[in-house]
Every structure is written in structure tokens, then in C-alpha cells.
């Protein structure tokens, strides 16, 4: 069974930054694309940022130039490196990871930025 488990979320003031972890079980995770999303509140959830299995990386405009993500396959671990934090950052953060078609998400992280 995959199963992600996302941590680091929490309140933090305007230009602060955070590290959110998502921690992946269940499969070969060295092969294995992982995404992350957010959802503002009361918004849809938006796709934030990848790295494909071989460690190439994409990113929203919206935090591109201002968050990192990464993994380190040895921990079956992705980062994703957030700073210069804005009060529209605030959301649910959220992993996800498809594997052999289906799909799987993680229960997310508050982030939660103050003005």
C-alpha cells in the first residue's frame, strides 16, 4: 500500500520560510515522479511543484524563484523548500505520487503565513 506522509507545515510570518517533507512508502520510490499541490482556503487545489524521478524539476509561477524541492531517495524522502513566504502562500499542502495508474495522496500540512 503507498502511502505519503507530509510534515513541517505551521504558522510562520510574511518573508519566513519553511521546509515541508513528504515521506513515501509502498513503492519503488527512486522511480517514482512526486508532485506537490496546494489548497487555499476555500479555493481549488493548484499544483504547486515536481521532480520527476530523475531529479528534474518543475514549478508554478506562483512560487517559482522562491521554493526548492528536492528528494533524497535514500530516505524515500521529497523536501520542498519554501522562503520569502507570502500571506497567499497560506494553504493545505499537500503530496501526491501516481504508481502503476492509481493515484495516491498524502492528508497534507497547514502552512499558514501572517501578514
Known amino acids: 500500500q503507498v502511502r505519503l506522509v507530509e510534515s513541517g507545515g505551521g504558522l510562520v510570518q510574511a518573508g519566513g520560510s519553511l521546509r515541508l517533507s513528504c515521506a513515501v512508502s509502498?513503492?519503488?520510490?527512486?522511480?517514482?515522479?512526486i508532485n506537490w499541490f496546494r489548497q487555499p482556503p476555500g479555493k481549488q487545489r493548484e499544483w504547486v511543484a515536481t521532480?520527476?524521478?530523475?531529479?528534474?524539476?518543475n514549478y508554478a509561477t506562483s512560487v517559482k524563484g522562491r521554493s526548492t524541492i528536492s528528494r533524497d531517495n535514500a530516505k524515500n524522502t521529497v523536501y520542498l523548500q519554501m522562503n520569502s513566504l507570502k500571506p497567499e502562500d497560506t494553504a493545505v499542502y499537500y503530496c501526491?505520487?501516481?504508481?502503476?495508474?492509481?493515484?495516491?495522496w498524502g492528508q497534507g500540512t497547514q502552512v499558514i503565513v501572517s501578514s
Open positions: 501526491r505520487t501516481i504508481n502503476m495508474g492509481f493515484e495516491s
Open positions: 509502498g513503492l519503488t520510490f527512486s522511480m517514482n515522479d
Open positions: 521532480i520527476t524521478s530523475g531529479g528534474n524539476t
